[in-house]
Structure formats: structure tokens, C-alpha cells
């Protein structure tokens, strides 16, 4: 609805009789800019002939301002809506708990849909708008009353997310908090343009929630943030959050200010000021401005020297078909730190003393350089590998199948051995292990026909055979009547039994053993005496051989000449 340009009755809100007033003027300024409209032609038209250059364009502009801005805003009931939306008030102070809380949880969750419902309730568009109309009207009060609207908020705000972080588990710096740490260009972008918006729906009286989103998105995640680093005793993020935030305040409160100047607002609309209240209310606005124009300094510095460094990166891998994957810029007082990742197809020699001096003559400033190659494959160097692969699993797929043939014949003489094993061994007789554990033993089967010393020489192999493997094998032969040994003929010089003789005696003493004989009875029969004494000792040094005792010893002096070993008799 139009309104008057005139000034309010007195410093309070606007009164009645004053807004009645209001309309009177806007019903005939109306009419007056309609009569003005044919006298006023725009640049372009057959009026130009009385106006040339850029006074018909100034001309111009300011006339489609008055008509078009200021003469179709009332200006009186936007001041006292954002009067009444600056003050502090209980419900502010809900909304502002409500809503870093919810932030606060957003960031430590790292979930971005959750920092955005926090946005749709945070009520922060308020006293920043206030501020803004404040320093546009010069009204010390409307500054005075947004600036401690706007301190209650945010010391409720550190203190709701200092207490939520302190409570919390979790207490890791996400990637949502990260990203509220340093204010970038598109930060301090977004603010702008949010208080341009807010101002102009403001104004308009059109929109003011949606808008009300999104100078908060600006505001409240790094405030919480802020409350976050002082939770953790992490200074570096609360610092830098901070700045980010005080960045956007402001840059918010001038595009309000812009704005409402644009529409008209000016010392007209407040209560008269005094000299040093004017000089005051300047002198705030330009140091408001001194720290926005620093940090867009300092902002533009960074944006500058990371599109240097990226450039100057791009160039040196895209000389060898790479990319870069990741950077990072850090900027000081003792110079610039450069982190990247490279993917190349091959590696670079000396890139980063290469870099360094690059950038060090571009960025006129002391430049470290620490780049990380990820070696990647180009069409004809994967091809080869591709190739090399398809080999390398040929090879592997032959191994395989020769070791699949070596396991199969492995286990058909494996299978073929059993089956050997199982068919002799009834033949032989029986495998166990003895009571002891000791050893293993092979009882010999009775029907197996198998003689003594066939019996003697298999345990005597397979001990050979066997080394030095534990437990022993012991060959058990059947019980049996032990046959004579011949004494041969005797000999003066060697009455004693002969090598054959002596290896049949042993092989007998050894069966005894097997058998458990305690003793063993021996017939002799010879006619000559030293043949009859040579043999029994050679008979008794056999049989202690084995631990077996020599019983009665009956000689004769008839028949063939033999020796007969039998269990002695109890």
C-alpha cells in the first residue's frame, strides 16, 4: 500500500492520526505521478530531445526510483513491523533455543537435513533486519534495541550449544563443522544476498519467511559451531567460526541498509536526532564496514591464490594426461601451504621443488608444496596390463590343472597302496600300538607260513626304512616248535658254531624274546667236547643278547650232531 514520506508524529511507534495522514498523501501523490507520467518521458523517446547523455539517464533513474520505490512503500507500517519483530521477547528467546539446538544436533550428526529444519524455525531475520532499517533511518534507539535483541540471542545460543556438546557423545569435529570454520567468498555472497532478499521482502511485505531461512542458514550453523570450539577447547574453530558469523551479521545488516535506502528510508523516518547521535550512528556504520571490508580483502586474497595454485596444478598434470584430485590451500604470515592429490599416468620428477618455484614467482610469497602422485593407467599401459593379466591367469589356470592331475595320480597310488595294505594284511596279521604307547606291533599270522628269519629281516627293513620315526615297530612272529640247528662237523681250530650257524642261533634267541621267554632248555648232541663247550657258550652269550637265561643244557653223544632250543619247564 503507498505511503507518505513524511516522519512520524513523535519518536514512538507511528500513531493512528498519523497513518490517516499517510493516506491522504499517497491518494495525491498518486495522482500526481499520473499527471507527470506524459511530461517525464523515458530516455529513448521524442522527449530526449531536451535531455542528452547521462543527466537524462540520472534524470531518468531517479524519477522511476521516486515512482516506482519510494512513493509505492509504506514506510510507516514497514518500520513498525520491524519494530516489533526486533524486540526481545520470550518467544525470541524459544525460538532461538529451539533452533541452535536443532542446528547443534545437525552438525555434530554431520546430517545437512537436520541443520535445514533448524533454519526453518530460527528467528534471528528479526533484529539483524532492525539493525539494517536502524543505520538506513539513523535511529540511535532502533540501533540500541536490535544490537542487545541481537546480543541476548546469540549469548543464548553458545550457551544452549555449549551445553548440548558438553552432554553429548559425540564430540568428532564432521565434515558440517569443518565447512563453518574459515568464511569463503560464497559464504560472505550468500549472506549478502540473503540480506538484500530479507530487506526487500521486508519492504515489499512479501515473503519474509522463506527469507527468513535463508539469512539464518548464514547465521545460525556458525554460531553453533562457535559454541562447539569453546565446548571442545578447540579455539581454532570457535575463532574462525566466529568471523564467519560476524562476516554475515554484518554483511547482512549493510544489504539491509542498502536496500532501505534505495526504497527511501532515511533520517525523515525516525525521531530527530542531535548532532553527536548522527555523528555516532556514521561512525558505526563505517566501522561496521571496516571488518566486512577487511574479511572480503582477506576473502579475495584467498580465492585469488587458490585459483593460482589450482591453474598452475591443472597445467602440470594435464602435461602428462592427469588430473587433480584434491586440493588444499592454507594461507599465513610465513607464506602459502599447498596439500594436493595428483592422479598421473606416471610419475613426475621433482614436481614439487618445480611447483614451488613456480608459485613462489606468481604468488610473490614463500610457498610450500607437498603433492601426493596416485599413479594411474593410460589406454595403452592398461591394454599391456590387461594383457599381461590374461597371461598371468593362463599361467596360473595350467599350475592349477598340472597340480590337479599330480594330486590325482598322488591319490590313486595313495588308494592303490590302501588297497595293497588292506588285502596283506590278514596275510600278515595284525598292526596295534602296545599297552605302553611305546611302540607299534606287527603280530605275524599263524597261517601265514612266514619263517623265523623272514620275520626277523622284515622288522629289521622296516626299522632301516623308518629311521629314526617314533614309536619303533616290533615284528611278533607266531608261536611255534623251534627247528634243530645242524652243529656241522666239528673243526679243532673252530669248534664254534659258523656264521650261518650263529645268525640261525640269533635269529632264535630274538623269536624267544618276541615270545616272552624267561628261559630256554637246550638239547646237545655231539661226540666231541670242545665243540659241545664252544657251542653253549655261544648259546648262552645269544640268550643274554636278549635278556633271556640259559636252563639245562642235556648233552648226548649219539645221532646227528644238533642243537634243539625249547621253553624251559617250570
Not at 125 to 154: N, Q, Y
Not at 397 to 404: G, K, N, P
Not at 461 to 471: F, M, T, V
Not at 559 to 564: A, D, H, N
Amino acid at each position: 500500500m503507498p505511503c507518505s514520506t513524511a516522519a512520524p508524529a513523535r519518536a514512538g511507534r507511528p500513531t493512528a492520526t498519523s497513518r490517516r495522514g499517510v493516506a491522504t498523501t499517497i491518494v495525491r501523490d498518486r495522482r500526481r505521478r499520473s499527471s507527470r507520467a506524459g511530461r517525464y518521458p523515458r530516455p529513448g523517446t521524442d522527449g530526449d530531445s531536451r535531455m542528452a547523455g547521462l543527466d537524462a539517464w540520472w534524470r531518468w533513474a531517479r524519477r522511476w526510483r521516486q515512482d516506482q520505490l519510494v512513493e509505492t512503500c509504506d514506510r510507516v507500517a514497514v518500520l513498525e513491523h520491524v519494530h516489533d519483530a526486533g524486540l526481545l521477547a520470550p518467544r525470541y528467546a524459544f525460538m532461538i533455543v529451539m533452533a541452535c539446538g536443532i542446528a547443534t544436533l545437525g552438525l555434530l550428526q554431520n546430517s545437512a537435513a537436520v541443520i535445514i529444519g533448524a533454519m526453518l524455525i530460527s528467528p534471528l531475520m528479526g533484529p539483524i533486519i532492525g539493525l539494517g532499517m536502524g543505520l538506513a533511518t539513523f535511529d540511535l534507539r532502533s540501533i540500541r534495541e536490535s544490537l542487545l535483541t541481537l546480543l541476548a540471542g546469540i549469548g543464548l545460543a553458545l550457551a544452549i550449544s555449549i551445553l548440548i556438546v558438553w552432554l553429548s557423545p559425540l564430540k568428532a569435529a564432521t565434515s558440517e563443522i569443518l565447512a563453518r570454520t574459515e568464511p569463503t567468498l560464497f559464504d560472505l555472497l550468500v549472506a549478502v544476498f540473503s540480506g538484500l532478499a530479507g530487506a526487500y521482502a521486508t519492504v515489499t511485505r512479501k515473503g519474509e519467511t522463506i527469507v527468513g531461512v535463508a539469512i539464518a542458514t548464514a547465521l545460525m550453523p556458525p554460531l553453533a559451531v562457535v559454541g562447539y570450539g569453546i565446548a571442545v577447547a578447540n579455539w581454532d574453530i570457535a575463532g574462525g567460526a566466529a568471523f564467519l558469523f560476524m562476516t554475515n551479521l554484518l554483511a547482512i545488516a549493510l544489504s539491509v541498509t542498502i536496500v532501505a535506502r534505495l526504497y527511501g528510508f532515511g533520517g525523515s523516518d525516525s525521531p530527530k536526532q542531535t548532532a553527536w547521535q548522527a555523528g555516532l550512528i556514521v561512525a558505526s556504520f563505517v566501522l561496521l564496514s571496516i571488518p566486512l571490508g577487511l574479511a572480503l580483502k582477506r576473502i579475495a586474497l584467498q580465492s585469488q591464490t587458490e585459483l593460482i595454485v589450482r591453474s598452475t596444478l591443472e597445467a602440470k598434470a594435464q602435461g602428462v594426461a592427469g588430473r587433480v584430485s584434491a586440493l588444499r590451500v592454507e594461507s599465513g604470515s610465513d607464506g602459502v601451504a599447498v596439500e594436493a592429490v595428483v592422479l598421473v599416468p606416471r610419475h613426475i620428477a621433482g614436481v614439487e621443488t618445480l611447483l614451488q618455484k613456480e608459485l613462489g614467482a606468481r604468488l610473490g610469497r614463500p610457498v610450500s608444496v607437498h603433492v601426493q602422485e596416485v599413479l594411474t593407467a593410460d589406454d595403452a599401459s592398461f591394454a599391456q596390463q590387461q594383457g599381461s593379466l590374461a597371461e598371468l591367469r593362463r599361467s596360473v589356470t595350467a599350475l592349477q590343472d598340472a597340480e590337479s592331475v599330480r594330486d590325482a595320480q598322488q591319490r590313486a597310488v595313495a588308494d592303490q597302496r590302501s588297497a595293497l595294505q588292506t588285502a596283506l594284511l590278514p596275510y600278515l596279521g595284525r598292526i596295534q600300538r602296545s599297552a605302553d604307547g611305546s611302540h607299534w606291533e606287527l603280530w605275524i599270522a599263524a597261517d601265514s607260513r612266514m619263517s623265523l628269519a623272514r620275520a626277523a629281516r622284515i622288522e629289521t627293513e622296516l626299522d632301516a626304512a623308518r629311521k629314526d620315526a617314533a614309536p619303533p615297530l616290533r615284528v611278533y612272529p607266531p608261536l611255534q616248535a623251534l627247528p634243530p640247528i645242524a652243529l656241522g662237523t666239528a673243526d679243532a681250530d673252530a669248534p664254534g658254531p659258523d656264521a650261518a650257524a650263529a645268525n640261525t642261533l640269533a635269529t632264535q634267541a630274538w623269536a624267544l624274546q618276541r615270545w616272552r621267554a624267561g628261559a630256554v632248555d637246550a638239547q646237545l648232541a655231539t661226540r666231541d667236547d670242545a665243540q659241545a663247550e664252544a657251542w653253549t657258550a655261544a648259546l648262552r652269550a645269544a640268550l643274554a643278547l636278549r635278556g633271556i637265561a640259559l636252563g639245562e643244557v642235556q648233552r648226548s653223544r649219539s645221532g646227528e650232531p644238533r642243537l634243539q632250543l625249547a621253553l624251559a619247564s617250570d
